[in-house]
């Protein structure tokens, strides 16, 4: 992906690395700013990729790319923002009011929340209410993506103090005891408090006052204190945060890619006749209709709803096999209508084709009142994705069970005319 040779590039090369980049018209003004997780991927893909009239445009009229790397696409999400408010380009789409744009909020309380608001309705709420307020942002998608991604380094949460048992984020280290009183209001407030600092750019100092506060803890003997600040800072140098833009590079203003490829999978049938299966798949956020696929049960006599989902998985990975003469690609989540049963016969006919898929099941419960999310809790980076963007499971959930509830109608109503 290269930059044509009479487009001026700062330091004469875009870097493989997370930043802000810039660019810029003859008379050297600022036409558009955006963000990425690889400067170089990303400005070279404006020159080979197709895009909408508007970018085209633009691209036509760049004479200059300007950059500033952060140390990760989550700064480099926040920068953004910041310099967009500040220079206004006229090809970033911004509303003059922001009103239809997300801003990240941290209420004034004793143990602060994290929140995403609309433009429309913080206009409405008094500045008091709030101890900092960051944006505007174009995605919610990846606010939420940058809050999760750096959650192990601030373990911040939205949870109320006084709950009867603790939370499900308390149990896999993301709370750090809001909801069941393990920890007062002042050590949360500096929780926070680091938390603003560092999405207001403040990495560096931030660092070294952590370090500092670790070793006199150390040095108290306050050897606990200690070690969870030695492993904040830990954390902080790994944040795993590609999911926060990765998406979003390939297209401008388009959904965020938070796994790939997604197959979400159902069964329907009565009493266990006329069973089907379905596979819908989802890229990038989006149906891939194309890709949608049909099963009719053939080894599975009786109502027996995991053991129809295990054949047709098995089916659908023998399309994965080398010598397949109809290859499939290989999905980044499986998504499955139900609960553990149905996690679990997934999991089967994965081990038995030797192969690693995530798999998440949506299960609506006894009153098919809820949407519950089943998966291996001991998976951090799946439980953060799963739980971060459970509304496009649910999508992905209900678009096949529409697609499998419709072809079960059509087999059946086949048979009673026949």
């Known amino acids: 992906m290269s930059v044509p040779s009479h487009i001026k590039i700062k330091?004469?090369?875009?870097?493989?690395?997370?930043?802000?980049?810039f660019m810029k018209d003859a008379e050297n003004h600022v036409m558009y700013i955006g963000k990425a997780t690889s400067l170089r991927s990303r400005v070279g893909s404006y020159f080979v990729r197709p895009a909408d009239e508007r970018i085209a445009a633009m691209v036509r009229k760049i004479s200059a790319i300007d950059y500033q790397e952060t140390p990760t696409a989550v700064e480099a999400l926040l920068l953004e923002a910041k310099l967009i408010?500040?220079?206004?380009?006229?090809?970033?789409?911004?509303?003059?009011?922001?009103?239809?744009?997300?801003?990240?909020?941290f209420t004034r309380e004793p143990y602060p929340r994290p929140t995403l608001i609309r433009g429309h309705e913080l206009a409405r709420l008094p500045k008091r209410q709030f101890l900092k307020v960051f944006g505007p942002f174009g995605s919610a998608y990846s606010v939420q993506a940058a809050l999760d991604a750096i959650r192990r380094v601030f373990p911040w949460t939205n949870c109320r103090p006084g709950q009867k048992r603790a939370c499900f984020y308390?149990?896999?280290?993301?709370?750090?005891?809001?909801c069941d009183g393990e920890i007062t209001?002042?050590?949360y407030r500096r929780i926070i408090t680091d938390l603003i600092r560092f999405l207001n750019g403040g990495r560096k100092a931030l660092v070294k006052d952590m370090e500092r506060r670790m070793k006199a803890a150390s040095k108290d003997r306050r050897f606990e204190e200690a070690a969870e600040l030695r492993d904040r800072l830990h954390h902080l140098e790994y944040v795993r945060d590609l999911a926060v833009i990765k998406g979003e590079e390939r297209k401008p203003g388009g959904l965020i890619d938070i796994f790939g490829r997604i197959e979400g999978y159902d069964i329907s049938n009565i009493g266990g006749q006329d069973a089907v299966g379905s596979m819908v798949v989802f890229v990038d956020g989006r149906a891939k209709k194309s890709a949608y696929r049909k099963f009719a049960i053939r080894t599975v006599e009786g109502p027996n709803d995991p053991a129809m989902l295990e054949e047709i998985l098995r089916r659908r990975l023998a399309h994965l096999a080398p010598d397949s003469r109809d290859p499939w690609p290989k999905p980044d989540l499986w998504l499955v209508d139900g609960g553990a049963l149905q996690v679990e016969a997934a999991r089967r006919a994965l081990k038995a084709a030797g192969l690693e898929i995530p798999v998440v099941g949506l299960a609506k419960g006894?009153?098919?009142?809820?949407?519950e999310l089943v998966f291996d809790r001991s998976d951090y980076e799946l439980a953060r994705l799963a739980?971060?963007?459970?509304?496009?499971?649910?999508?992905?959930?209900?678009?096949?069970?529409?697609f499998a509830v419709t072809f079960h109608r059509r087999r059946r109503s086949r048979r009673f005319l026949s």
Not at 170 to 178: D, T, Y
């Open 387 to 402: 739980v971060a963007f459970k509304p496009l499971l649910i999508r992905v959930r209900d678009e096949a069970h529409r």
């Open 85 to 105: 408010k500040k220079h206004q380009p006229p090809y970033n789409v911004m509303e003059k009011d922001d009103k239809s744009f997300v801003y990240l909020v």
């Open 366 to 371: 006894p009153n098919r009142d809820k949407d």
């Open 170 to 178: 308390r149990h896999i280290g993301l709370c750090p005891g809001v």
């Open 11 to 21: 330091n004469n090369e875009l870097p493989p690395r997370p930043g802000v980049y």
């Open 185 to 187: 209001a002042k050590d």
